[in-house]
């Protein structure tokens, strides 16, 4: 099954069709996939922001990736699974456009850029947040997450604009 098939096929789905109909349920699904996006995306900058020395210089960094956190990954299933259904409601127009698919790359790009923090310097930031200077790898982690996540939103609004009708 090629993948416009699959878009096809998601787009005549029942759940497709019935974002695409009702006169609420589209509204509703994008707005909540931008309280999800200001969740997610908006508190890992905070976080992020910190590990690059900018904000709250003075809170330590376990503490606020552990009040952080759970916010942020909640955010993120909320946008995830919000997206999956704006998806469905116009998944081949949306295939076709050149800036979907670079959505789709930074979102890839910044997902392993956060895998990649978490098992190199995620699992053991109690030994390393206590030192005079935040590890050069932490900080690129840090920046490379604000670049790709700022890319993913830029290209997410983009879409409209740069769509065929």
Do not use: C
């Not at 999800?36 to 590990?51: E, P, T």
């Not at 998806?87 to 910044?110: D, E, N």
């Amino acid at each position: 099954m090629s993948v416009l098939t699959f878009a096809e096929l998601l787009y005549d789905s029942e759940i497709g069709t019935a974002l695409r109909e009702s006169l609420f349920a589209f509204p509703i699904v994008e707005g909540t996939h931008l309280i999800g996006l200001a969740l997610s995306v908006g508190l890992l900058f905070f976080i992020d922001l910190r590990l690059v020395g900018i904000l709250f210089r003075n809170v330590p960094i376990p503490q606020i990736l552990q009040q952080l956190r759970p916010w942020l990954l909640g955010g993120f299933a909320v946008t995830m699974t919000t997206g999956a259904l704006l998806f469905a409601a116009a998944a081949p127009k949306l295939i076709v456009l050149p800036v979907f698919l670079w959505k789709l790359a930074f979102i890839v790009l910044a997902g392993l850029n956060a895998a990649w923090f978490e098992f190199k310097w995620g699992r053991d930031v109690q030994h390393w947040s206590h030192a005079s200077a935040v590890p050069a790898g932490v900080k690129f982690g840090a920046w490379s997450s604000l670049i790709l996540w700022s890319l993913v939103v830029i290209t997410g609004r983009l879409i409209p604009y740069l769509s065929y009708n």
